[in-house]
């Protein structure tokens, strides 16, 4: 373990698999305690029990994050079990692929719950945690990092929705950077191309049969480059701050 981060505390959403699992693992090898947020309470476990196996500490908080109440409890958790937040990372997101012609519209409310209204949802009951320990914590600086997307920045057919939900991350983010750059919380939308995750595979069979070969990234980025890249930015020293990281597979075109 490294101590860039000794004496913090992160609530990580999405840590049940991923790029959030990946991000709470990589920040307790860095000496930070950890707050696992997701639904799958069982995979959230296992992922706690690797971070005890760094030799971190990890807390479990199983919440549905599309609803205002699952984030405020997952924030309440998370101070109650650490007694204090340092760094939040927004990494819960669905993608569910398919036209607009005839989408189910319950995916939709989903995609704009979890990846738009989550993030929101959580960093809003967060924010006042993370001023205090701007204020007067151990390193005079809080952080919350939004995983959006390159489908936050470019839209492309069969996403519509979720690009809306993208977008509507970065905006979301560089408003409330704006508000809070002079109070010492930083603020950084990290928007990853193409990662080999379980993502791709959650939209109905016969999308993924009719989109089956249509795009080519070459290798992806892993779960594990993401996260290191958000450990990148929240382990910069107080007078800098890093807003946004695009990351691609050197392959990918679009």
């Not at 205002?68 to 101070?79: I, N, Y």
């Amino acid at each position: 373990m490294s101590d860039a981060l000794t004496g913090t505390t992160a609530l990580v959403t999405g840590a049940s698999s991923g790029i959030g699992e990946a991000t709470a693992l990589a920040l307790a090898a860095e000496g930070a305690r950890v707050t696992l947020v997701a639904r799958r309470g069982d995979r959230l476990l296992k992922v706690a029990e690797a971070v005890e196996a760094l030799g971190g500490r990890a807390f479990v908080a199983e919440a549905d994050l599309a609803t205002e109440a699952g984030a405020t409890t997952a924030v309440e958790a998370a101070l109650a079990a650490h007694g204090r937040l340092d760094v939040v990372v927004n990494a819960a997101g669905v993608l569910l692929l398919g036209p607009v012609d005839g989408a189910p519209t319950e995916e939709w409310h989903r995609m704009i719950g979890v990846n738009l209204l989550g993030t929101a949802f959580v960093t809003r009951a967060a924010l006042p945690h993370l001023l205090r320990a701007a204020a007067d914590g151990p390193r005079r600086v809080a952080d919350v990092v939004n995983v959006s997307s390159l489908g936050g920045r470019v839209a492309t057919p069969n996403t519509a929705l979720y690009n809306a939900a993208k977008f509507g991350v970065n905006g979301f983010s560089e408003a409330l950077r704006q508000e809070v750059a002079r109070r010492h919380v930083r603020v950084c939308v990290v928007e990853p191309g193409f990662v080999a995750t379980e993502l791709p595979t959650h939209s109905r069979p016969e999308v993924l049969a009719a989109l089956a070969g249509g795009f080519d990234p070459g290798t992806p980025l892993r779960p594990e480059d993401v996260a290191g890249t958000i450990v990148h930015v929240v382990t910069r020293p107080r007078h800098m701050a890093i807003g946004e990281v695009l990351l691609r597979p050197a392959e990918q075109l679009e």
